[in-house]
Nanobody
């Protein structure tokens, strides 16, 4: 599976941005797609993830209520709509893909994902 991320850019605090990630290749009916981010000088952290089944969607506490992850199963695409952006959201955002099912509690773990996109920069600054 290959991941192609798009979107990102620069925005002022309080603004919005949208990221998209398309998966291609040998994709079966069970997978998890999500987003992680890495700010300068910090470790990569979980942002949001969703199962293809739609049964489970999880968010990091820091983005809950501001970010929304959605999916288009026909296109094997996930979108991260980011609103009320803050300077602390500045980071490189990575799309991630996991083959098959996983328990909900594990969806936040970086080690559970098999494939990664190239990363896209999000900068929130006045």
């Amino acid at each position: 599976v290959q991941l192609q991320a798009s979107g990102g850019g620069s925005v002022q605090p309080g603004g919005s941005l949208r990221l998209s990630c398309e998966a291609s290749g040998r994709i079966f009916n069970s997978y998890v797609m999500g987003w992680f981010r890495q700010a300068p000088g910090k470790e990569r952290e979980f942002v949001a993830a969703t199962k293809r089944s739609g049964l489970s969607t999880v968010y990091a506490d820091s983005v809950k209520g501001r970010f929304t992850i959605s999916r288009n199963n026909a296109k094997n695409t996930v979108t991260l709509q980011m609103s009320s952006l803050q300077t602390e959201d500045t980071a490189v955002y990575y799309c991630a893909f996991r083959y098959g099912e996983v328990v909900v509690s594990a969806m936040r773990r970086e080690s559970e994902y098999n494939e990664w996109g190239q990363g896209t920069q999000v900068t929130v600054s006045s």
